[in-house]
């Protein structure tokens, strides 16, 4: 039975009974892909009878995606939908545009690009924000997803932060303010939801809260006057919804994170901030929660400290039992849980007009799905708008000599993981461009891949090192931190320098590692760019590696 209501009024929020509204308050992670056996996670994203089940028997109120093409992301949501009772929230970590997690769609460059651009013409920095939210929120629409888990409003003004990092609209408290409120007003032209993140402020950490707790020691006056403030602008701009942050703020509640609060939640965010929209929290699976609180425990002090949607629980049928006990045993009160659903459904009114129809207030027909429209995604116009944003904050420093086919050189490309790297296909310009410069591929990650004789290794003389060319993909990396292959990018870096082979480099993704490593970068040919994706590759090198023909490029782009 395929869940489709067609004509029949679903009830108010009080009607339903307690299991299916705490089940709404639960949004699952699924994978993009539609072929189970292309699931790249299997410990956090179900298969498809178990979404299956999700959506039709427990009723979750929405669903998170990530991966696989926006083809499939297309089918994948109008299934979902066609299968739930009450139309879905489908959401996505959609930070630098839709192609940063479904292929196929534009792919941006990490937000803290506008602070560059910013930088040096703010008013240009204001325009391309506003247009790339709007870019976003017409692609995410395009696909079925009506839930933008943008932007982030973090203040990264901890340079060692691994979690936040270029995700942030820059390390300034106002820049971050008005970019944050110039992306929503373009998400705004689309119907969709949006989420600023991460209450009440993720910036200035150094600790990865996907494995542990961080704790922010500030005062309360320090906390009002730079990482409360973008969400203060956030919510004046009309955000519909706020994630929560997996960390410890002593000042605001000594005992429990701020996910799990109900002074931070409660207290600061509702009735000081005044904010009225959804709370959701972050990942629930997440370490920072998970190791100290358990998946029950932590969903049920969650909702008790004021959040409506629980993201991601390790077990959602586990977590909507546990919630309900705490309602049925007086932990949790009734009006708790209808206040969260009467959110939902205030949302879901504006997130999927095309299944609810006009005046319906709480009862709506449950109508079929839209239907995808790929003609939106990827058009020309969005494109040239990543590569605008790309070119206008990437930075050129002199002209790269070519190798000759008779004298050939290396094209050192450090990365972190070369196994499944999206940005590293073989058709991509960080690839194909150098070898048409005879610069020949030499591939080194930190997980121990060496496309390179075992004899000639680092430090080896020469014949092993030739002239060379290297290209640094270094970003901040959730999980393991960018530490290790910034050590071995400075061991390479500082071996060809030294055989004074080092011909140019490139760095793709952190300012902090260009400023980490601008020691070695002094009167050597570089470059860097914001990006890592194809795109960012295709303008950097041919301004660094210009053809034989082209003219010399005068222009320097700085940040």
Same mark, same amino acid.
């Given at each position: ?83 739930? #009772?009450?139309?879905?929230?489908? %959401? ?11 292929? @196929? ?25 506003? %247009?790339? @939210? ?211 459904? #205030?949302?879901?009114?504006? %997130? ?197 023909? %082209? ?9």
């Amino acid at each position: 039975m395929s869940g489709v209501i067609a004509t029949s009024r679903l009830p108010a929020p009080e009607r339903l009974s307690l299991p299916e509204q705490v089940a709404q308050m639960v949004v699952v992670r699924a994978s993009g892909h539609l072929f189970d056996h292309e699931i790249r996670y299997p410990a956090w994203e179900a298969d498809s009878a178990t979404l299956t089940r999700y959506v039709e028997e427990l009723g979750v109120g929405g669903v998170i995606l990530l991966g696989g093409s926006v083809a499939e992301v297309g089918l994948k949501t109008q299934t979902l939908q066609s299968q739930a #009772r009450i139309p879905l929230l489908i %959401a996505a970590d959609v930070e630098e545009g839709v192609g940063q997690r479904f292929s @196929g769609a534009t792919w941006f460059p990490p937000p803290m690009a506008l602070s560059a651009v910013a930088d040096r013409n703010p008013t240009a920095a204001l325009a391309y924000a506003e %247009a790339f @939210g709007a870019a976003t929120a017409a692609e995410a629409l395009a696909i079925g997803l009506n839930w933008v888990l943008a932007p982030v409003v973090d203040v990264n003004n901890n340079p060692a932060n691994p979690v936040i990092n270029v995700r942030a609209f820059g390390a300034g408290l106002e820049r971050v303010s008005d970019l944050t409120q110039a992306f929503l007003r373009g998400a705004q032209t689309q119907p969709v939801l949006t989420a600023a993140k991460h209450f009440p402020g993720h910036g200035d950490t150094a600790t990865d809260s996907h494995l542990d707790l961080p704790v922010l020691p500030h005062s309360r006056d320090r906390l009002r006057d730079l990482e409360l403030a973008p969400f203060r602008a956030a919510i004046a701009a009309g955000v519909d919804s706020i994630m929560t942050a997996h960390l410890k703020i002593p000042a605001l509640d000594a005992r429990l994170p701020a996910t799990l609060s109900p002074a931070t939640l409660t207290g600061l965010l509702r009735q000081e901030m005044g904010f009225d929209g959804l709370i959701v929290t972050d990942a629930l699976i997440m370490g920072a929660i998970a190791n100290t609180y358990g998946p029950y425990e932590a969903a049920v002090l969650a909702v008790e400290a004021g959040a409506d949607v629980l993201l991601m629980p390790s077990d959602p049928e586990g977590t909507i039992a546990a919630v309900v006990e705490a309602v049925t045993l007086g932990r949790i009160a009734p009006e708790r849980i209808t206040a969260s659903v009467e959110r939902l459904w #205030r949302a879901k009114q504006k %997130a999927a007009p095309a299944l609810i129809p006009d005046g319906a207030g709480h009862a709506w027909e449950h109508l079929p799905p839209p239907p995808v429209n790929l003609a939106a995604v990827a058009q020309p116009a969005t494109r040239q708008l990543a590569a605008d944003i790309l070119t206008a904050s990437m930075t050129v420093q002199g002209q790269i000599t070519p190798s000759t086919a008779a004298d050939p050189g290396h094209n050192l490309v450090i990365v972190d993981d070369a196994i499944g790297c999206r940005f590293l296909e073989p058709t991509a310009a960080a690839l194909t461009w150098p070898q048409r410069h005879h610069y020949h591929l030499k591939l080194v990650d930190t997980q121990g891949c060496q496309h390179w004789p075992q004899s000639q290794g680092i430090g080896a003389a020469e014949p092993g090192l030739r002239p060379s060319l290297v290209q640094i993909f270094v970003r901040g990396n959730p999980f393991r931190g960018s530490a290790p292959l910034l050590q071995l990018a400075t061991i390479w870096l500082e071996t060809l320098r030294s055989a004074q082979l080092l011909r140019g480099v490139v760095i793709y993704g952190s300012p902090y590692a260009l400023k980490q490593l601008s020691p070695y970068l002094e009167q050597v040919p570089h470059g860097f760019t914001y990006g890592q994706m194809p795109l960012a590759q295709s303008l950097i090198l041919p301004a660094l590696l210009p053809e034989p023909s %082209a003219t010399p490029i005068s222009q320097e782009f700085t940040d």
